[in-house]
């Protein structure tokens, strides 16, 4: 074990700005493509998004597919109805994920399958890519989960009541183009829970634990976090406290969605080098329990484990208190780090988020059953500064509940 070696990893290509999405066709032909895969949800039909990039392929003679039956937090199923639609289709040069996580991660998973065949279940938790997958360009539509630059791809293990994460450094696209301006029609609601996810990334990372465990051979196999994402997820932080409010309540205010999209992309850069946590081990089963967006999960539960982390972060604490500019009055290190757990709650309560685990539609019964499963979920529990056991976890899930 060394512990001053680190890795970083990202995205090939990262392209960002109004109007960006003009410069799809620059990026279709360094891949030399000519068939495009399109995969997004009825949400992005209806706003209007797949006919404006769609007419941008149009321009340039494109032959493409459009797959639009992606469905919020996908299920299995959806996945192997993707893929074998996809595998009816013509040859196909590059897939293009547009939307939000759900789309996206599906086109991650997609791509998996097109490359390597199988079924999802042979390539989940970690490290279980064999290879690179087929070519995929990622077009977010939210702010928030960062899944056009990350090495993640979540789907809903609908048997086993849980959602996991495929995790692997060949599932991060090859190019993530993202353009604020797909943003503006984003309901409030979606605004609220994509922008607290991407809240819950960047603290999830900023606050992980820097620790390296290396293989004999050299190779990092986890490292917590760096100076890298440091550096990312407290800009992350600052950006999105700063905007999400804004962008809530005032969907058309541009540079509020610059800012959102901004901090979802370092947060994603963060937290797909540094790891989630704690926030995110406990959303998996309560995702795979209860109907509810992701972000409304790890939003509520962020606020619960600052708290429960304050014993071994309290530094990184203070620093998020005072990007909340609560170190104002006179208080001591250890109130300001417990304020930055309040401010996430209030925060919540600003966008119209719920707070507490009942308003979800858990059951106290339930609880166990989620402790259980969180705990399972190793390399996000390793990654948490303050490695819960079972009646710490049930402390907290009480609390929160
Ligand atoms: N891969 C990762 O790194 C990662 C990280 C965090 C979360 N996730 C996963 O991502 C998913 C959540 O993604 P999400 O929060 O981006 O939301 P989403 O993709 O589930 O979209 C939510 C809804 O908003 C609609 N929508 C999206 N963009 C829109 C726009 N611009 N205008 C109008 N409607 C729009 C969609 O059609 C959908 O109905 C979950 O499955 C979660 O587990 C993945
Ligand atoms: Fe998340």
Redesign the pocket.
């Known amino acids: 074990m060394t512990r001053n070696v680190w890795e970083y990893f990202s995205t090939q290509n990262i392209v960002f700005g109004n109007g960006s999405i003009h410069n799809l066709d620059k990026l279709l032909k360094r891949f030399e493509a000519k068939n495009v895969f399109l995969i ?8 209007g ?1 797949l006919k404006k990039v769609k007419e941008q392929l149009a321009l340039h003679n494109y032959e493409v597919v459009v797959y639009d039956q ?5 299920p299995i199923s959806s996945v192997m109805e993707a893929f074998e639609f996809a595998k009816s289709q013509m040859e196909t040069d590059v897939i293009i994920g547009l ?7 599906l086109a ?1 998973v997609v791509a998996l399958l097109m490359e390597h065949g199988g079924h999802p279940r042979d390539y989940f938790e970690e490290g279980n890519v064999p290879g690179p997958v087929a070519p995929l360009i990622a077009i ?8 056009e ?8 293990d609908t048997e086993n009541n849980i ?1 996991v ?1 495929i995790s692997d450094n060949y ?1 991060r696209p090859a190019v993530a183009l993202l353009d604020p301006e ?6 409030p609601y ?1 605004t609220a ?2 922008g607290i ?1 991407a809240l819950s ?1 960047a603290i999830e990372s900023y606050t992980a634990k820097d620790f390296k465990h290396i293989d004999a051979e050299g190779t990092i196999l986890f490292q917590g976090a760096f100076p890298i994402t440091d550096a990312l997820a407290e800009k992350a932080i600052e950006l999105i406290v700063n905007n999400l409010t804004i962008a809530v309540q005032q969907g058309s205010n541009i540079e509020a969605r610059g800012n959102m999209m901004l901090g979802s992309l370092l947060a ?1 850069l963060a ?2 080098n540094a790891g ?1 946590a704690l926030a ?1 081990a406990a ?2 089963p309560i ?1 795979g329990l209860v109907n509810s ?3 409304e999960v ?1 939003g509520l539960l962020m606020a619960y484990v600052m708290r429960y982390n304050v014993a071994t972060s309290k530094d990184k604490m203070v620093k998020i208190a005072k990007i909340f500019d609560l170190d104002r009055d006179d208080k001591t290190t250890t109130e300001l780090a417990y304020a930055a757990a309040d401010a996430v709650l209030n925060l919540l309560e600003e966008i119209g988020l719920p707070t507490k685990l009942s308003q979800l539609g858990i059951k106290e019964a339930n609880l166990e059953e989620i402790a259980d499963k969180s705990l399972s979920i190793e390399r996000l529990i390793r990654n948490n500064p303050r490695v819960p056991r079972k009646d710490s976890l049930m402390k907290l899930l009480k609390e929160a509940y």
């Open positions: 997004t949800d009825q949400g992005i039909v209806q706003a998004i992606a469905v919020p937090e996908p939307g939000g996580g759900s789309s996206i991660d991650k977010p539509t939210t702010a928030g989960t960062g899944s630059v990350t090495s993640v791809a979540v789907v809903n959602k994460g599932l797909l943003t503006v029609g984003l309901p979606v829970c994509s996810d990334h994603g937290f797909s989630n995110h959303a998996y995702g967006p992701h972000g790890t």
